[in-house]
């Protein structure tokens, strides 16, 4: 079955308090949006659709070029509104659609593919990756009946005290049958405190109708979060130095700090290589096998 995937990526990201859209700010050496669209086209996809807004538009158009293709969402309406954007390239498309956000760099190209297994193997109309937080943070609540099978999202804007006690959060990372979605897409209001068109109120109604909607939960909590603060950058920067080091180090390679040690992506080291601290070694960098790299480098 032919595959889409759909990134919503027109936000604005003003809390970066940076000139640079949010969507650019490098982690290692691969711009944020690089992420979600390298793992939609390793995962299968045949097309990605970026959604973007007139402030970012140019710019992702110039960074992708032709690899991609743009949906303008003309004003930031939410997220149910950013989808009808997108599909509007879409035409009469027939399959799947799985979508996401451009700046949640931690769903990889794995999880796509085991994601669309579940999905295909449970014949969802529409299948949610989830995961549950001791303490949750605001993102949409995961609403079950006592037999475990889902009843609803509630963004916790709209959410009861009783319904944000729920650990378990969707990701904001869907994908659908489609077009059997469209019409619920159709019919989402925004009465909310928002003033917003919530995607998931679309999955809500599709549900309510007998739509058949499943749970892929997850244990990686990284998978719901996004990229909205320096804050944010830094934990991501943190998170894939240590998976970048971690795939060093099962070829053969020490870090005698790795705390103190920066790895970009597509960095090549050779076996019995050892790296002492201080370093940062940068994308492209090539280390022949049985070298140490002393303290204060930076190539």
Known sequence: MALVGLIMAGGIGTRMKSATNKLLHPILGREVIRFPVESLREGGAERVVLVVGPHNQETLKGFFQEKVEYALQSKPLGTADAVKAG???????????????????????????????????????????????????????????????????????????????????????????????????????????????????????????GLKVGIFKVEEQEITEGINNREDLTSAISYFNRKNQKRLGEGGVTFVSPENTFVEFDVEIGNDTVVYPFNYLRRGTVVPPGSTVFPFTYR
């Open 87 to 209: 599909v509007r390239e879409l035409g009469g498309f027939q399959g799947e659609l799985l979508i996401t956000v451009g700046d949640n760099p931690y769903l990889d190209a794995a999880t796509v593919k085991e994601f669309l297994e579940y999905h295909r193997a449970e014949e969802n109309d529409v299948s949610i990756i989830t995961t549950e937080f001791d303490n949750p943070p605001p993102y949409g609540r995961i609403v079950k009946d006592r037999q475990g099978r889902f009843l609803r999202i509630v963004e916790e804007v709209v959410a009861s005290p009783e319904e944000k006690r729920i650990k378990e959060v969707s990701s904001s990372i869907f994908v659908f049958r489609w077009p059997r979605l469209l019409s619920c897409l159709e019919r989402v209001e925004d009465h909310n405190p928002k003033r917003e068109f919530f995607l998931v109120d679309a999955i809500n109604i599709g549900a309510a109708e």
